[in-house]
């Protein structure tokens, strides 16, 4: 795991952090969507999350330039109060819906956008009976295998903003960046959510 405090310039955070970006649709994207996006490896960056992405590999954290790789799958939250988000891993959803097999991102990177440090709202990072937790600082950059099972603690006060994203060898199923999100209508007959409603795959053995 890597962590970066004071990642971005304090220009670049100004922006990132702005009350207009994180309360319009700025870019096409609405924070707090449940939209996917994707990034391929050397397209130019449309917004500030993918130039984000592009400053993050190559070079600004690691340099992942020479290495081979489809893309980056990414997306924001905004979080106000909001019960914690139930230990999961990061994979390709929509392929575990189809057909119930698994495929996972190389890493995957969280970064704070807030301006302020919220209450609660921690990163916890799950190795069996252990866990190691990461506190939400803003302009921090936190690098870690997304395939390990991680949770998200209650945000009891203040914003929790962040840009998550994930490296992908091979481009997930197209189906995960469909507008509005994956839909999961049509899965609800094939006995995969638990039942709370969530889908329920979870590979003990990737990590």
Known sequence: MIVIDGFLSDKDFDEISSDELWESTKDGIKAGSPRMNWFAKGD?????????????????AIDYRNEEYAGYEYWVNDYKEQPFLDVHQDKDEALWLEKQEYAF???????????????????????????????????????????????????????????????????????????????????????????????????????
């Open 44 to 60: 130019e960056p449309n917004n500030i999350w993918e130039r984000v992405c592009k400053q993050i590999f190559e070079g600004g």
């Open 105 to 207: 991102p190389v890493f995957g990177c969280a970064f704070y956008c807030h301006k302020e440090f919220p209450i609660g709202g921690s990163l916890i990072i799950h190795a069996g009976d252990e866990y190691e937790k990461i506190l939400p600082v803003p302009n921090r950059l936190v690098i870690f295998q997304s395939n390990a099972s991680h949770h998200v603690e209650d945000v009891t006060g203040g914003i929790r903003r962040g840009l998550t994203i994930n490296i992908w060898k091979d481009k997930p199923l197209e189906q995960n960046f469909e507008d509005g999100g994956l839909s999961m209508d049509k899965y609800k007959d094939k006995g995969l959510f638990d039942e709370n409603g969530k889908p329920q795959g979870f590979d003990k053995n990737a990590v």
